[in-house]
C-alpha cells in the first residue's frame, strides 16, 4: 500500500480556497486517490475520488497530475463548518479488497 | 452517497464482560466490510477486513480471540469485543466498500465504547 504525506494541519479563514496536497510516491498503477472528512466523534465522510487528472463534484476538486505522485484537494470558499481533519488515502480496490491505511491526516482550521 | 449505520452508538460496560457492535450497509450490498479503531488525537487503525461468508482477516497485532468479527450477510458484519478492559475503551469505526468503477468505501458514525 503506498504510503502517504500530508501537512499536519492548515489555518484558513472563511471565504478562501483552501488547497490542501497530498504526496504518495509509491503510488501504482491501480491505485485509486479517494479524500475523506472527518468531524470529532464521528466516522470519515467521504469527498471525493479520482485516479488521474481532474475531478470535481459539488463539494470539493481533486487535482492529480500526470505522474499521480501527488494529489490536491481544492476546497472553495471554506466555512467554519469545513473545520475538520482531512484524509488522503491511496489504495488499490481490485487487488487488496478495498484497505484503506490511514495516515496522520490534515487538520484544518477555519477562522471567521 | 450509500449510506452505512452502527449500532449502538455508545456503550459503557464493566470491565470483563463482551460487547457486540453491529455494522449494516442500509442501500447496498457489501461483501467486504472493514473495522477501524481510533483512539483521541490519533488517526484511524485498521484491525480487521470482514468478508461474507468467510473467515475475517486481522491486521497484524489484533488478538484475533479478543476482538471477533462475523459478517454472515452482504449488508451486515458484527465486532464482538471479549472480555473487555479498560485499555480497549476507544471509537470503533466500520466502512463498507461498494464496487464499481474504483471501489468507494463509506464509514459508519462510530461506536463509542467505555470500559470501566
Known amino acids: 500500500l503506498a504510503k502517504t504525506t500530508q501537512p499536519i494541519s492548515m489555518d484558513s479563514y472563511e471565504g478562501q480556497e483552501v488547497n490542501i496536497t497530498c504526496s504518495h510516491n509509491?503510488?501504482?498503477?491501480?491505485?485509486?486517490i479517494t479524500w475523506y472528512q472527518q468531524f470529532p466523534s464521528q466516522g470519515p465522510r467521504f469527498i471525493i475520488q479520482?485516479?488521474?487528472t481532474k475531478v470535481t463534484n459539488e463539494v470539493a476538486s481533486l487535482f492529480i497530475p500526470a505522474d499521480r505522485k501527488s494529489s490536491t484537494l481544492s476546497l472553495p470558499r471554506v466555512s467554519l463548518s469545513d473545520t475538520a481533519v482531512y484524509y488522503c488515502l491511496v489504495g488499490d480496490y481490485y487487488n487488496q479488497g478495498g484497505k484503506l491505511i490511514f495516515g496522520q491526516g490534515t487538520e484544518l482550521s477555519v477562522k471567521p | 452517497g450509500a449510506v452505512v449505520s452502527q449500532h449502538p452508538s455508545r456503550v459503557i460496560c464493566k470491565s470483563g464482560t463482551s460487547v457486540k457492535i453491529e455494522c449494516r450497509s442500509l442501500d447496498f450490498q457489501a461483501t467486504t466490510m472493514f473495522w477501524y479503531r481510533q483512539f483521541p488525537k490519533q488517526s484511524l487503525m485498521l484491525m480487521a477486513t470482514s468478508n461474507e461468508g468467510s473467515k475475517a482477516t486481522y491486521e497484524q497485532g489484533v488478538e484475533k480471540d479478543k476482538f471477533l468479527i462475523n459478517h454472515a450477510s452482504l449488508t451486515l458484519s458484527t465486532l464482538t469485543v471479549t472480555s473487555a478492559h479498560p485499555e480497549d475503551s476507544s471509537f470503533y469505526i466500520c466502512?463498507?466498500?461498494?464496487?464499481?468503477?474504483?471501489?468507494?468505501?463509506?464509514f459508519g458514525p462510530g461506536t463509542r465504547l467505555l470500559v470501566l
Open positions: 466502512s463498507a466498500a461498494t464496487s464499481g468503477d474504483g471501489e468507494t468505501q463509506y
Open positions: 509509491n503510488i501504482a498503477t491501480n491505485d485509486y
Open positions: 479520482g485516479y488521474k
